[in-house]
């Protein structure tokens, strides 16, 4: 596999050190739902619902506050941004451990509008740093660094907690979010590439004149990816509590993970790769028949990794879309507007294919994920064709990283 696509993008200034800042700011992003959930039912004594209430609160909040923060991006910079966002989130962290169940669920909802942009920070800087014939290798890289996040977050919340306290870990939480932000603050990376003004230099296009159907239906598809990667994830966990292999479950997520991981390298890497709409479409068709292998966990674990291997893919091509989509002055609000999607696809997706597999078996888990990713895509097929206009296809996905 060529790496030298990686390797150019490495070499733009300023991008090392911003992937790695991106990775580490992700890890408490990924971290606070179990960690939270673990503190809730083991120290309040509440159970699993009343934890979901208050992980739907934060997820809602994060969802309507992407946009809004990421307007202020677009007016006044990343520092106000970060300084607000940390100061709050470290707040609410650190006070997490001490509030009663109820003052949790009130404040669960503000405090996700506040969490730092990590991942729209992260699309708006290479968008400015890195030349459009390399972004596909760029975002291949980030998507995999949420991958990484995932993988590594999670894991140390629940280590944190069951070896030491949920208090220590919320807090602990807490304090990284504040290490976040202020080393955010003090390296300013650019939101605007070479000749790119942010503000008052050029007036706020109307909304009519960028929300065009392209650009919702390349959100309605990375909705539709999320929806089908949760609802994958919950059907799994069915399938191997179903079967008694439920302590193989770290051993399937990490398969997954890792055929996410190659499918991402291999994307950034090649000279042409396939457009967001067909990835998407493969995304979701490969996971209906997985229901037919869903015992013993090895054959599950083998069958997940055909849709898997266009996971990140996805991802990568869905943020290459929009960031061509989206015109300078609203980039921010643009790539808030792509996280209150995925979000929303996470939020859809847990409880619909849950419905499913209550009503049904595990299998058919699979089959609902698969299915409803498919019909969100098919939306997004009908928004672009009355979209007026031909279609731009990312310049990466033409000619290949030189």
């Not at 609160?57 to 307007?71: K, W």
């Not at 229901?291 to 290459?320: M, Q, R, S």
Request: glycine share 12%; with cysteine.
């Amino acid at each position: 596999m060529p790496l030298q696509p990686y390797r150019q993008v490495l070499a733009v200034p300023l991008i090392p050190t911003t992937m790695l800042l991106m990775l580490v700011a992700r890890l408490p992003i990924t971290a606070t739902g179990i960690t939270l959930t673990l503190h809730i039912v083991s120290e309040l004594g509440h159970g699993y619902g009343a934890a979901g209430l208050v992980g739907t609160a934060s997820t809602a909040g994060i969802a309507i506050g992407a946009p809004l923060l990421g307007r202020m991006l677009d007016r006044h910079g990343l520092r106000p941004v970060v300084l607000l966002g940390g100061t709050a989130s470290c707040g609410f962290w650190l006070s997490a451990p001490h509030l009663p169940y109820p003052v949790l669920l009130a404040v669960a909802l503000p405090a996700g509008m506040l969490t730092i942009p990590a991942s729209a920070i992260s699309r708006q800087v290479i968008t400015a740093l890195v030349p459009l014939e390399r972004r596909r290798a760029a975002f291949s890289m980030d998507t995999i660094s949420v991958e990484l996040a995932f993988m590594t977050g999670p894991a140390a919340g629940i280590l944190a907690t069951t070896q030491i306290s949920s208090t220590v870990a919320l807090s602990g939480i807490g304090v990284a979010f504040g290490l976040v932000g202020l080393v955010l603050y003090a390296i300013d990376p650019p939101l605007r590439g070479e000749g790119e003004s942010r503000g008052s230099a050029h007036p706020r296009p109307p909304m009519r004149s960028w929300l065009t159907g392209r650009l919702v239906a390349a959100m309605l598809i990375g909705c539709g990816a999320l929806f089908v990667l949760i609802g994958t994830e919950v059907a799994a966990l069915a399938a191997l509590r179903a079967t008694g292999d439920v302590s193989w479950t770290g051993a399937v997520i990490a398969v997954m993970c890792l055929a996410s991981l190659v499918g991402g390298l291999v994307h950034g890497s090649v000279r042409r790769s396939l457009p967001q709409l067909t990835l998407m479409l493969l995304l979701a068709a490969l996971v209906v028949p997985v229901g037919l292998f869903d015992h013993p966990w090895w054959l599950l674990a083998l069958a997940l990794i055909p849709t898997n291997l266009v996971c990140a893919p996805t991802l990568a091509a869905t943020t290459e879309t929009i960031s061509t989509l989206a015109p300078v002055q609203v980039r921010g609000e643009v790539m808030g507007m792509q996280d209150a999607a995925t979000r929303t696809g996470l939020a859809l997706g847990h409880p619909v294919v849950g419905f499913v597999i209550d009503h049904s078996a595990p299998a058919w888990g699979f089959a609902a994920a698969g299915v409803g990713g498919l019909l969100l895509a098919g939306v997004a097929v009908l928004l672009r064709r009355r979209s007026s206009g031909p279609v731009p296809e990312p310049v990466g996905a033409m000619t290949g990283s030189s």
